[in-house]
């Protein structure tokens, strides 16, 4: 019989994937002891649409599966992607108990995201079925859950990379060499993104997202 595991979803755009996603990932194993930590790739971002051009998730997932490689820890996951339409967490979370009852989930999110967490869809299943993760920065105001949200936090190397950053410095000609790992920079440019004639994902531009 198969042990119980415990699972970290970290969950984003991954437009693209960068070392501070790996770095967190890794951190949050180590600390929590987890099994596996999953960079769930969004199918499509309801808090993004309609803000800005979003790869198409098969290349987001195709960056996120060559930044992790072969690590025995972190992995990309399709789960939203398969399921496709837009990505909520409570979806994701329940379609992970069901393929294993007995699993650990701990959801990992950003101190950023914490106080936001009641406007997203079905919170009260996020809540239930999850572990919350907060992850600190040092030198940064982290922000907490409301009241009633049960957590762990987890200080995390304060790297200053964000993926719009990355998007404008490719939009710019300027270099990305070790803010992102030597495959994801070969997908960017192979697949051209982020210049000024960077794909948009369906739906993109025509409406405005609503709460997850």
């Not at 940064?140 to 998007?167: C, F, K, Q, T």
Request: hydrophobic residues 40%.
């Amino acid at each position: 019989m198969q042990r119980a595991a415990r699972i970290g979803i970290l969950g984003g755009t991954f437009d693209p994937p960068h070392v501070g996603h790996l770095v967190a990932a890794v951190e949050v194993a180590d600390r929590l002891e987890l099994d596996r930590v999953l960079l769930m790739v969004a199918s499509v971002p309801w808090q993004k649409v309609g803000t800005r051009a979003i790869s198409p998730a098969e290349v987001r997932l195709e960056m996120v599966r060559a930044a992790v490689g072969g690590h025995p820890v972190v992995e990309a996951s399709d789960l939203e992607i398969r399921r496709g339409g837009e990505s909520y967490t409570a979806d994701t979370l329940e379609a992970l108990r069901s393929a294993g009852p007995d699993d650990e989930l701990f959801l990992v999110i950003g101190s950023d995201v914490a106080p936001q967490l009641p406007t997203w869809k079905r919170p009260d299943v996020v809540r239930e079925l999850g572990t919350l993760v907060v992850l600190d920065r040092p030198g940064h105001d982290n922000g907490r859950p409301p009241d009633g949200w049960p957590y762990v936090a987890v200080d995390v190397p304060g790297l200053e990379i964000s993926s719009s950053d990355l998007r404008a410095r490719v939009r710019a000609g300027r270099p990305i060499d070790y803010l992102v790992p030597d495959p994801v920079a070969s997908c960017i440019r192979r697949h051209g993104l982020y210049l000024p004639a960077d794909p948009v994902s369906p739906g993109a531009g025509r409406r405005k997202p609503s709460p997850s």
